[in-house]
């Protein structure tokens, strides 16, 4: 899989709050998705049919993975090179069985945090993952440029589901990175995804940032696309 895309120049983090209140605006249409955000520190509750889902997204330069880059942190000092690093914004969409009122409903910027990781509340069912590598709210947003990253189930049987690590790994010039001071665009390409089982890990860093979880904890890898 290879897609071609451009990215826009890191912002303040202010751009982040605006962001989320976009959101949460757009939350409100019908057809749009709402994701539980469980508090660090305090107990996991979830209702009948859902479930806390967790996991991590991971962007590495496919020539030397060694090479982490901050896709979802716009801050020029947090890249491994300073300048325009590459960015993406999330969506997440439950799909729904065809014949019905709505094909899907999204979320069109779940939260996630600054390493990559997130944690989820749904409800049982199919979604999908995908990217775009623009700011979301911004006027080069553009839709066409957003592309699948990965599917997965959520079962009704509840508890929480961990779906693994996906790791995107991308091609990055930084030679662009000069023309992208003026002109407030990059290019990258994503080159292929894939997911990697890092469960233990995850799990016990899951415990230790929640004072409980539901159970079972059970594992449910996501499929890259």
């Not at 469980?38 to 991590?56: D, K, M, S, Y």
């Not at 979320?107 to 979604?127: D, Q, R, T, V």
């Not at 990258?188 to 409980?212: G, K, M, T």
Request: charged share 20%; hydrophobic share 40%.
């Amino acid at each position: 899989m290879q897609h071609t895309v451009g990215i826009a120049k890191s912002r303040s983090q202010h751009v982040a709050t605006f962001v989320a209140a976009i959101a949460a605006a757009l939350c409100l249409l019908p057809a749009c998705m709402s994701i539980g955000t469980p508090r660090a520190g305090e107990r996991v509750a979830i209702q009948p049919g859902e479930a806390l889902v967790f996991g991590r997204i991971r962007m590495l330069d496919e020539k030397n993975e060694h090479i982490e880059y901050s896709p979802f942190w716009f801050d020029p000092w947090d890249q491994p090179f300073f300048g325009p690093g590459p960015r993406m914004t999330l969506e997440l969409r439950q799909l729904y069985p065809p014949g019905g009122v709505f094909k899907y409903r999204a979320n069109p910027a779940p939260a996630i945090e600054k390493n990559g990781s997130f944690f989820w509340i749904l409800s049982a069912g199919n979604y999908v993952l995908l990217g775009n590598p623009r700011l979301y709210g911004s006027e080069r947003f553009n839709r066409e440029e957003t592309v699948t990253l990965a599917s997965f189930r959520v079962p009704a049987s509840g508890g929480t589901i961990y779906l693994g690590t996906l790791i995107i790994s991308i091609v990055y010039d930084l030679q662009d990175m000069v023309p992208a001071w003026k002109t407030e665009e990059a290019e990258y390409a994503i080159r292929h995804c894939h997911v990697v089982d890092e469960r233990e890990q995850e799990l016990s860093q899951l415990r230790a940032r929640f004072l409980a979880v539901p159970e079972p904890a059970i594992t449910e890898l996501m499929r890259a696309e």
